[in-house]
């Protein structure tokens, strides 16, 4: 059984929490998504302000917002005893 949505908004969210402003091709190695898949995750999170888009220079990255902070306090994302627990979606080098 494939992960579900939430599963891929959050693992999103948490690598963001877990970097500085990196790029969708180094999200999508931490997150373990696919480019197309994870261009309509990142616009979704874009919309409900719980990540940033930045464009720099030719370089368009990624970082976390206040809010996507909150959500990963919510779902204690930040230990070992999150909902990720035991799952391979997490190892983040």
Do not use: H, P
């Not at 970097?19 to 931490?30: F, G, L």
């Not at 616009?43 to 902070?69: A, M, W």
């Not at 306090?73 to 930040?78: A, I, P, V």
């Amino acid at each position: 059984m494939g992960l579900s949505r939430m599963d891929m908004y959050l693992a999103i969210i948490k690598v963001l929490n877990n970097c500085d402003s990196i790029t969708q091709k180094q999200i999508m190695r931490k997150a373990d998504l696919n480019l197309v898949s994870l261009k309509e995750y990142l616009n979704f999170l874009v919309k409900l302000d719980l990540i940033r888009e930045k464009t720099i220079g030719t370089k368009t990255v990624y970082s976390i917002t206040n809010k996507g902070q909150r959500v990963c306090t919510y779902f204690r994302l930040k230990d070992n005893n999150s909902i990720f627990g035991g799952t391979r979606i997490m190892r983040i080098d």
